[in-house]
């Protein structure tokens, strides 16, 4: 169990890349969603057919006459099905060992002895915000190939990617350039916090202006500038904190 643990951010990997090329096979899979009647006609040789979809279990058919002609097969139906709930699992349980490593053990304290703190800083909120805007550039392409080759199934497991993979990336910019002193389970608060409300900000910009599925090109500086927002802030509770440690010591 300690070995599944330590691999708890492969095994999510696994699950959401898995599951986002799953997505992609079983909508290729199935009648086109932009002419489905030409694809039944196309592979089937059926006039006028209409298409029924599945996505679990995964199937395709197209009804025409009150006949019913398959359009994925019932072996590539069941592999796929196999192949799904495997990544399921690994999803699931690479979701909730990660989220464990919030509350494991703190780690030794890096201290900021020898550091330049306001040189750190600017950098951090500099640096961290090109970063973070670069990030949400290939967020929102990531986005739109997922959701025209996924569906629904593949929109929602991109936003589960989106949300592990800036947490991730927040802790490696906490590690490199966030507040000292600090544990890697401070590091790893501090990333999860920065890259989830991040993203929360983006997404709730582009609800209400009425633009999802499909991130903007204005949502990329917008997440560049709340990231820097959201590390200035958590840089100044970590001072203040420090501060108040000193007096009391």
């Not at 951010?9 to 096979?25: N, Q």
């Not at 060992?97 to 909120?125: C, I, Q, W």
């Not at 590690?175 to 920065?194: K, N, Q, Y």
Request: proline share 5%; aromatic share 8%.
């Amino acid at each position: 169990m300690d070995w599944v643990r330590r691999r708890a951010g492969s095994l999510l990997g696994l699950g959401l890349i898995g599951g986002l090329v799953w997505t992609a096979v079983v909508t290729l899979s199935q009648p086109s969603g932009f002419d489905p009647g030409e694809s039944c006609a196309r592979k089937l040789g059926v006039v006028d057919g209409v298409p029924r979809t599945s996505w679990f279990p995964p199937s395709a058919s197209c009804v025409s006459g009150g006949e019913v002609h398959q359009y994925m097969s019932t072996t590539k139906s069941v592999i796929l099905t196999v192949i799904g709930v495997l990544l399921l699992i690994s999803l699931v349980i690479g979701l909730v060992l990660t989220v464990r490593r919030l509350t494991g053990e703190p780690g030794p304290t890096r201290t900021a002895e020898n550091v330049d703190l306001k040189r750190r800083r600017r950098s951090h909120l500099l640096f961290g915000a090109l970063d973070v805007a670069v990030a949400c550039a290939v967020i929102a392409f990531l986005n739109a190939a997922a959701i025209v080759f996924g569906g629904l199934p593949g929109g929602f497991l991109i936003i589960v990617a989106v949300l592990a993979g800036l947490s991730a990336f927040g802790t490696i910019l906490d590690r490199h350039m966030g507040p000292l002193p600090s544990t890697a389970l401070e590091s790893r608060r501090r990333g999860t916090v920065a890259g989830v409300a991040t993203y929360g900000v983006v997404f709730a910009a582009t609800a209400v202006s009425g633009q999802l599925p499909f991130f903007r090109l204005w949502a990329i500086p917008l997440g560049g500038i709340t990231y820097a927002v959201i590390a200035a802030v958590q840089w100044s509770r970590a001072t203040s904190t420090a501060t108040q440690v000193q007096h009391s010591g």
